[in-house]
Every structure is written in C-alpha cells, then in structure tokens.
C-alpha cells in the first residue's frame, strides 16, 4: 500500500528558530512530492520535487529530496509567527493515475 | 482566472439527507479529485478523474457518488448522510501528466457538518 509518513506530528518553537520538517514515503511508481502549506484553509503550494539532491529554495524555506533514501526534508530558517500552519507532504503518482498521496501533516505553531 | 471555485462553502445536513457538492474550474485541467479533511488528519482521496467522461475511486469512496460531464464540472453527490461525513471537503485540479508541472490547485473547501 502507497503511503506518506510526516514527523513530527506536531512542533512549537519561538520566533528565529529553524527548524526541519520531514516526509518519508513508501510507494510504486514515484513521479513527484510536493509540500503544501495550509493556514486554515485550502492547501497553498510550496514545492515541487524531482530529482535528489537538488536543493529548492523560496525566501527562508528550502525543501530537498532523496529518492535512495526515499525521504525529503523541508527547513524553515528564522520561523516567524506567520509560519504557524499545517505543512503537507504529498507525493504525485504515475502509470496512468497520477494520484496524490497526502501525509497527514505537521503542525507548526511559532511562538513570539 | 478564478482558478478552483466551490459551493456551498458551509452546509449543515440531518442524518439521511443528500446534497451535491460543486466544484468547477477554469484553467482547462484534466485532471480533477475531491479530498476529505478530517480535523487534524491530511487529506483523504475520495474520488478522482483524468478528463470529461473518466472517473475511479480512491482511498475512502463509500457514500459517495461523482459525475464528469465536462472538463471544468467535477460534482460530488452524498446519498443518505451520515455523521462519519462530517468534514471538510476539498476540490483540487491539475494539469495532465505529460504537461511537465503537478501543482495540484484546490478550492477553498466546503465544511459539512452532518447532525
């Protein structure tokens, strides 16, 4: 079966912080993982992944992907407490279906 | 563009009612899914379609039923609800396999609750 674990669960830190969010995944034909960032409403995308060890980069996030190891990370520098939201791993299927398969999420509340 | 629309965006059903969900979008994707949000859980597939015609389950389907007449329409109908229906309802579309990006789009969501 498909399936996407994200660690932690949930994180509070103070503002500066950084901190690192993982997603691990165990599935048949992998074609991309995504990270999405949901504040109280529908996902926002952040990233989008291919290829292993090539760093993407927007302002004070950063996300990479390790297709050996089957795992991406997603860093957060400096954490401000418009940070604070739900960060979701997913990962794009291919062979005809390209369905997604969601993690459960990271909760992330940063506090001032 | 108004990218992914949704409606109702609230709704409050008794137990055995049934409702149709809307979910249309303007950006000529072929590809289209509804998801459940349960509070604290990430998103659950509950059905999917590749283009007009075309549609299959995903992870948790029971209880509901879809249609895909056109590109942009992508209903979801719940027959006889029930209170383990209560969630949040996301639509989401993205372009086709071959098109290079899988940036999923999604509406801003419809939260039923079911009493």
């Known amino acids: 079966e498909d399936k996407v674990v994200q660690s932690p669960l949930s994180l509070v830190v103070h503002e500066g912080d950084t901190v690192t969010l993982n997603c691990s995944y165990e599935v048949t034909n992998f074609r991309s993982l995504l990270w999405y960032k949901q504040e109280k409403k529908a996902p926002t995308f952040l990233f989008m992944l291919t290829s292993s060890g090539i760093e993407k980069k927007s302002g004070r996030l950063s996300s990479i992907l390790d297709k050996k190891e089957l795992f991406s990370i997603l860093n957060i520098t400096a954490t401000q407490t418009g940070d604070s939201a739900v960060y979701l791993c997913?990962?794009?299927?291919?062979?005809?279906?390209?369905?997604?398969?969601f993690g459960t999420g990271t909760r992330l509340k940063v506090l001032a | 563009n108004a990218g992914v629309t949704q409606t109702p965006k609230f709704r409050i059903l008794k137990i055995g009612q049934s409702m149709t969900l809307q979910c249309a979008q303007d950006m000529n994707h072929n590809y289209m899914y509804w998801y459940r949000q349960d509070p604290g859980m990430g998103l659950k597939l509950i059905y999917y379609?590749?283009?007009?015609?075309?549609?299959d389950k995903g992870e948790v389907p029971n209880g509901y039923n879809v249609s895909r007449s056109t590109t942009e329409d992508f209903p979801l109908r719940l027959e006889l609800a029930a209170p383990s229906q209560t969630s949040v309802y996301f639509c989401a579309s993205s372009p086709s396999g071959t098109s290079g990006t899988d940036t999923q789009y999604f509406g801003p969501g419809t939260r039923l609750t079911v009493l």
């Open positions: 379609s590749v283009g007009a015609g075309i549609t």
């Open positions: 997913a990962v794009r299927l291919t062979s005809g279906t390209y369905k997604y398969i």
